[in-house]
């Protein structure tokens, strides 16, 4: 008889699903994007302008806000009611947004110190190239303004167990981002069969006018879920209230924990600088490393925090240690073979989608492999982090990530050195092993959750040499005139297969979640 599957597992692999689609349209803009501009200053200078705007969103609304609500806003629902929910989450989404705005307005004033500066956004960068940057990032404010709104939307919408809209705002995001791609950049229209589109040619402003519109897109889409719950706004900001302080004092150490996480992509970029191409290369092998990450990482981690606030909502300890432990066991398994195929099987797709050359897509590879190598870090993050932050402790993933953040730096400065932009995209899959590792070590000793992965890891690694060996065997054939895309797909297909029976045991616990 067909076993159950959980609610846990359903909202997983609604998530993955979503998810997919997100970044099946999230490459095809990166597609389209590096095509129309290559490895050229101008595409260099928007992925540059994209960092302090990423890290105010990130710490305000993104990330610092967004992790630190849900567990206070399940505590509130599960306790008080809908009603009052609402009320703590108009509160914060209003200090958030004014918050959001002085510094935008901040940002906006100081924007060519804050590029030009050593120790700012892109130091190695042409003064020409400057001065585009702090242009495009302050269009890219107005944008993040809109986020800080849109973010706690999602937040809010998670808490009350509905993933279905917040799932699809990225997608319409996207969609946005593709417009400005497609449309507002290009001197000349694409032509589709026998349709040319229009063509504003807005070079890269467009593409940034491409995100505000995504932003739009990405709040509108939510509107309607907000309505269904009976959404009330009141335009208070409750600082006294208890429930508010709770949230402000959990967000603190996650202001600064999401603080020197974004450090780390300042400070890549800011490295990467002075490597022709070396920001865009680390942007591509990062979006595609987040391809698996977010499928299998943040979809299991998105679905795990309310269900991991409720359990600690109601003391439920061994509930609470059996779902990290599966989620965990599940990463592992996954991750590692998964990281192994595409290592050696994604050569002739890159060539065929960025179309940047021989050289330039060697270069590219080696960044993607060097990201591959903390696949499983990077997932296995989305759980331990969160499992701290469902106990409403942000103090220890303050103190890793602080740690990790120093890290990357030495790693990243000593090994630039010899193996140019891989060694940063390197230095960071080692920063964040090492995180990785300290915080299930703290899990234990603090809050006294023993995670035990059993035979999971060996199995994972058999699988990943299993399935890596042979894609990479099918790639060293000659194609006989077959296409090398074929040959590609084919080969990882059959790495996948052959992994597969190492770890059916966790794919299994996948149901159990």
Same mark, same amino acid.
């Given at each position: 008889m067909m076993k159950k599957v959980s609610h846990l597992t359903q909202v997983t692999l609604l998530l993955a699903v979503f998810f997919a689609?997100?970044?099946?349209?999230a490459i095809f803009r990166q597609v389209v994007i590096n095509r129309q501009f290559? *490895?050229? %200053?101008? *595409?260099?200078?928007?992925?540059?302008?994209?960092?302090?705007?990423?890290?105010?969103?990130?710490?305000?609304?993104?990330?610092?806000?967004?992790?630190?609500?849900?567990p206070i806003l399940s505590e509130v629902l599960t306790r008080s009611g809908r009603e009052d929910a609402w009320k703590l989450f108009s509160r914060i989404t209003n200090l958030a947004f004014l918050v959001t705005a002085v510094f935008s307005v901040v940002f906006a004033l100081l924007a060519d110190q804050l590029v030009g500066w050593k120790l700012g956004v892109a130091p190695g960068f042409t003064e020409a190239q400057q001065h585009l940057v702090a242009n495009l990032m302050r269009l890219n404010l107005i944008a993040t303004l809109i986020f800080s709104l849109s973010g706690l939307v999602m937040a809010g919408l998670q808490a009350n167990q509905h993933f279905l809209l917040p799932a699809m705002a990225p997608l319409l995001y996207n969609t946005g981002q593709i417009f400005g791609a497609m449309i507002l950049a290009p001197a000349k229209g694409y032509i589709i069969g026998t349709i040319t589109l229009p063509a504003f040619g807005y070079g890269v402003r467009g593409l940034v006018y491409g995100v505000i519109i995504g932003a739009i897109l990405h709040i509108s889409i939510q509107i309607p879920a907000l309505i269904k719950y009976g959404f009330k706004w009141s335009a208070s900001l409750?600082?006294?209230?208890?429930? @508010?302080?709770?949230?402000?004092?959990?967000m603190g150490p996650r202001i600064m924990t999401m603080m020197f996480i974004q450090f780390i992509f300042i400070a890549r970029d800011n490295l990467a600088s002075i490597f022709q191409g070396g920001v865009t290369l680390l942007t591509n092998g990062w979006m595609l490393m987040q391809v698996p990450e977010t499928l299998i990482?943040?979809?299991?981690?998105?679905?795990?925090? %309310?269900?991991?606030?409720?359990?600690?909502?109601?003391?439920?300890?061994?509930?609470f240690q059996a779902t990290v432990q599966?989620?965990?066991?599940?990463?592992?398994?996954?991750? *590692?073979? !998964?990281?192994?195929? *595409?290592?050696?099987?994604?050569? %002739?797709?890159?060539?065929?989608?960025?179309?940047?050359?021989?050289?330039?897509t060697d270069q590219l590879l080696l960044v993607f492999q060097a990201f591959l190598v903390g696949l499983t870090a990077?997932?296995?993050?989305? @759980?331990a982090a969160r499992s701290f932050y469902a106990r409403q402790n942000a103090r220890i993933p303050l103190l890793v990530s602080f740690l990790n953040a120093l890290l990357f730096i030495g790693f990243a400065s000593l090994l630039r050195v010899y193996i140019n932009v891989t060694g940063i995209a390197l230095a960071i899959s080692i920063s964040y092993t090492c995180e990785v590792i300290l915080l299930f070590y703290l899990l234990k000793k603090r809050m006294a959750i023993n995670i035990h992965l059993g035979n999971t890891l060996l199995r994972a690694c058999l699988a990943a040499l299993a399935g890596?060996? !042979?894609?990479?065997?099918v790639m060293q054939i000659p194609s006989y005139g077959l296409n090398s895309l074929m040959l590609s797909a084919g080969a990882m297909l059959l790495g996948l297969c052959v992994a597969v029976p190492f770890i059916r045991g966790e794919l299994k616990t996948l149901i159990k979640l």
């Open positions: 689609f997100d970044k099946v349209i290559g *490895l050229s %200053p101008e *595409l260099d200078a928007f992925n540059a302008a994209n960092n302090l705007p990423d890290l105010l969103y990130a710490l305000i609304s993104g990330g610092a806000l967004s992790i630190a609500f849900i409750g600082l006294k209230t208890i429930e @508010v302080k709770k949230v402000l004092y959990l990482g943040t979809a299991i981690g998105t679905a795990l925090l %309310p269900t991991l606030s409720e359990q600690f909502s109601r003391t439920d300890k061994e509930g599966r989620a965990s066991q599940v990463l592992v398994a996954v991750t *590692l073979p !998964v990281a192994a195929i *595409l290592a050696a099987g994604m050569r %002739p797709v890159l060539g065929m989608a960025f179309q940047f050359g021989e050289t330039a990077n997932s296995l993050i989305e @759980v890596g060996a !042979v894609c990479w065997l």
